[in-house]
C-alpha cells in the first residue's frame, strides 16, 4: 500500500538529512495524545442555549460542564463563508493571508470561476467523477474539475505544526461530508476524506494517497450509506416538545422536490437520483460523518500513544438544514437534538479509545446564518432579498452604459461577495479603471439592499473610513483573488437564490448572526467557566498551539487565550 503524501515524510527525511533529531516520545509527554477539533457548519453562536432544551447527556452538555465556554467568539472577517471560517480556524489568520476569500472566486486567467480546493493535479482516488447535477451547492457545480488539494492555503495549519514538532508519528486526519471542510482542517501535512454524493462514500484525492487503506473498503462493505434507503427523517421526540412542533410548514422553507418541508422527509431508494443529497440535508450525513470518524480513530490507532494526533470532525448536516428549512424552524431545531446526541456519540468513543482526559477538545463553527426575512417580518424586523441578476437594469447602471459608452458590460462576474470588473473592456475603451471602479461602486452602494460597495482599490490605498465593518471587508481581501468590489448587504438582506434554488437562510455577511459562533476548550486541566469578553477565532489555533508547545501556523495573527491555558497547581 501506498504511503500518504505528507508534510511529515518531508519533515523525516529534512531531519536525517540535516542530521536532527527527530521529536521522541519522551518531548511528547504531558501533551494530550490527541487532539478532537470539531466545527460544526452554520452553528450560530446562539443555538446551544436557544434549543438548549434538547440537550442530553454526553454531548454538549459534556463540553459545557468541564470545558472554558466563549459566548462572545466571532470571526472577524467579511465573508462568512465555509471555506472562510474552516481555514481561518486552521490557520489562526485571515483571508487576507491564508487566501480562501470565498467558496467561490473569479479566476482571471482562465475567465471561469474556481472552487476554492480543486485542483486537477490531484484527481480522486478510485472514483469515476463528480456528478455535478445531484449538488445542491453552486460552489460545487462551478468546480471545473474533480481533483482536490489544499494548495490552495496559503499558510500552514494547526495541524501542518502538530506533524511539523511531533514529527512522523503524529498522525492527522480531517473528516467531513463536505471536502473543503475535511481538506481545510486537515491541512498539507494530514489526510483528508470527504463525502461524494456521487460515489455514496467516503473519498479522497491522490494529494494524499494513491490507494484506499483496508479499512475503508471495510466501513464501505458494512452499508450505513445505504441502510437509510426507503427510510426517513422523523421527529426524535414529541412535537408538542418542540419550540417549532406547530411550524412544521413555513411558506419560506424549500421544498425540495422527494423530499418536502414537513416532516416526515422521504430518502427514497437507495439508486434514487438525489438520495445521497436527500441524506446530507437531514441528520444522516452527520451521523455517517461521525461513523466515519470512529472507524478512522480505530483503525489508524489515534491517541494510542505518548505522540499528540489530530483529528478534525467537521458536521455539515447543520449547514444543509439551515440552507433548506433556516435556522428557526422544526427541521433545525430536531437536527440541532440530533446533533447532540452524535457528539456525545463521538466522545463516548474517544473515552473508550482514547480517553477524555487524555484529549484535547476544541469546538467551535465556520459561521453563523441569517433570518428569512418572512420570519423576521413576523417580529415586525424589517429585511429583504436581494436579485443580484436584475441589477443591470437599474437607472443608475443604465447610465453607465452612456457614459462609458454603449455596450459597456462593465460587470464580468459576481460571485457573492466579490464584483469583477471587465478589464480588458476596461483598457480597449481607455476608460480610467479607478473612475470605473468608484462610479460602478457608488451605484451599487445606491440600491436598496446594499449598505457598501468597497472598491479594492480603496482598499490597497487605505483610502475609506475605518470602521468594523471596513476593517472585516479588509481581513477579507487578497489583491490576488479578490474582486475588484466588495458587496456588504444591509443587515438581514442576502441573496437567496442558489443557482436557480430558492433557499431559506443564506450566511456571508459581516453581521453578528453570521460572525457568532459557539467557542468551547475541554480537556484535562482546563478550569471549567463562562467567558463573556469577545474573542476572535483567528486566536483558536494559536491557543492549541500554546497547549501544545507547537509554534503558531505562519501566518497566524490571532493570540492564546488565557482562560484555556491549563490550571497549574502552585508548589508547596
Known sequence: MTEPKTISMLVKWAAVGLGLAIPSVSSAQDKPRLVLQITVDQLRGDLIHRYGTHIAEGGFRYLLDTGVTFTNAHHRHANTETIVGHTTLATGTDPAIHGMVANLWFDRKTGTPFYNVQD??????????????????PTQRAATTDGRSPRNIISSTISDEIALHFGPSSKIFGVSVKDRGAIAMAGHAGEAYWFSKAEGRFVTSTFYRDTYPAWVGKWDEKGMVA?????????????????????????????????????????????GKYYTTFLTLSPAGD????????????????????????????????????????PSSLEAEDNFARLDRQIADLLKHVQTAVGLENTLIVLSADHGAPEHPEYLATLGIEAGLFDFSRVDTEPGFVRLQTDFGESADLVQNFSNPYLYLNKDL????????LAVEHAVAE????????????GSSDLRRGSFAKTRISDAVLANFNPDRSGDIYVVFEPHWFVADFDGLH???????????????????????????????R?????????IASLLGTKAPSGAVGVPLPEAMPVTKDKP
Open 426 to 433: 476596461i483598457s480597449e475603451r481607455g476608460l480610467d479603471p
Open 443 to 454: 451605484e451599487l452602494q445606491k440600491l436598496p439592499g446594499i449598505a457598501y460597495a468597497i
Open 287 to 326: 451521523e455517517i460523518t461521525v461513523d466515519f470518524a470512529k472507524a478512522l480513530l480505530d483503525a489508524e490507532q489515534l491517541g494510542k500513544d505518548e505522540i499528540t494526533d489530530y483529528l478534525s470532525v467537521s458536521l455539515s448536516s447543520t449547514d444543509y438544514v439551515g440552507h433548506i428549512f433556516g
Open 227 to 271: 441502510s437509510y434507503a426507503d427510510r426517513s427523517w422523523t421527529l426524535l421526540g414529541e412535537a408538542e416538545d418542540y419550540a417549532f412542533g406547530d411550524r412544521d410548514d413555513q411558506p419560506w422553507e424549500t421544498d425540495m422536490p422527494g423530499f418536502g418541508r414537513v416532516f416526515p422527509h422521504h430518502w427514497g431508494a437507495a439508486d
Open 120 to 137: 486537477p493535479d490531484y484527481p480522486l482516488v478510485g472514483a469515476s467523477g463528480i456528478d455535478a447535477e445531484n449538488e445542491i451547492d
Open 535 to 543: 474573542v476572535e477565532t483567528v486566536d483558536v489555533a494559536p491557543t
Open 503 to 533: 433557499v431559506a437562510s443564506a450566511h456571508g455577511s459581516p453581521w453578528t448572526y453570521d460572525t457568532h459562533v459557539p467557542l468551547i476548550f475541554s480537556g484535562s486541566n482546563i478550569a471549567p467557566q463562562t467567558v463573556v469578553r
